[in-house]
């Protein structure tokens, strides 16, 4: 099976683009990504081929001039396991239902980063980092996909584990629906609010379009999950480019800052109007029909999404229940607003926010892992 292998080419970037469309034709919950965002990516100015430190290279497997899969080998100079040994990663990775071709994928991308750049400790599906899409879900195909979900094909998992990767970590998602069911959570953390106000928070909008409410979530976002696997550090421009891709969905009802009887940031919460069918909607496409497809669809989002949540380490280790009330607050305003079903999207096995929701689990419909390729062994 050839593999060619490119840096920067705009006409194999498009065959990627092209495979993605042909292997999720038909798949309902499937949600294309915008193809210009895509292309922004695999182009020389994109914001992380710029960075010291940095380096990928594309694999594209074809047989008969049919694409038939493709990956990216990266390398991120921030990327590093909790010990500090430098980290690689594999994404961008689609593939037809063949192991055979998977495997050559695989290797020739795990190869690369062994040969070239010395990195014995690979995870993956990861694009880029953490912060631009990552992990693979390996249960819940069958529930309806929300926006800034990881999704594949049922397949991979298995085509990762044949090609030695092991799982690393996991994730879920718990979807509640009913108003009732929602209250209920509600009510379980009015006494953490209570004690929040009287402690002198105050909760309020974070305006995502104000340059320095956007600066004072960067820091919080940082120190907030310093020590989380794969969080690498963001200078302010790379933290702005990135949430500017969710700014355009956020709601300030729904964006929540605890702000301390200083002034100061102390927490956050995030949670959005599920644009999923909106987006899907578009077909990957920015054209003028396109957006209007997607202001007719963005307008019936029934479901909402409950996306982040931190609190700086110095609130933390007060250990007065800000988070929780930070929870509450959020959720409390999607109740108001009428919607009946929230995701509480992607929480760490190990987070905090996972122990919040521990009497829910049976309400978990979704799951995803990072894989880990140790290639030392």
Known sequence: MPLTA?????ELAERYLDLCFDLYRGDANWIPPMRKHVL???????????????????????????TLGHVTAIVNGRLADLDGTPVGAVGFFECVEDHAIAAELLTA???????????RRVWGPMQFDVWRGYRAMTRGFEAATFYGEPYNKRYYPALFQQNGFVVRKKWNSVEIAGRLALQSRVATWAGDHARALEDGYRFAPIDVRDPTHVQAL???VE??????????????????EIFASYAEIL???????????????????VAYADPARAVQAMRGRDSLAARLRFLL????ATRAVFFMLGITAEASALRRGLGRALWYECLRSLVAAGFETV??????EDSPAWHFLRDCKEWTQKEYVLYEARLDR
Request: no cysteine.
């Open 40 to 66: 922004r990516e695999f182009s020389p100015g994109f914001a992380f081929h710029r960075r010291a430190g940095n380096a990928h290279r594309h694999f594209l497997a074809t047989a008969g001039g049919q």
């Open 6 to 10: 490119y840096t920067f080419d705009r």
């Open 251 to 269: 709601d300030p009802r729904f964006t929540i800052g605890a702000w301390s009887a200083g002034g100061a940031l102390s927490g956050f919460a």
């Open 109 to 119: 991308a795990t190869r690369w980063l062994r040969t070239e750049h010395g990195l």
């Open 343 to 348: 995701v509480f999207a992607l929480l760490a």
């Open 297 to 300: 669809r963005a307008r019936r």
């Open 223 to 240: 120190d907030s999950y310093r020590g989380f696997l794969g969080m690498t550090r963001l200078d302010l421009q790379e933290f702005e």
């Open 218 to 220: 960067h820091q919080v």
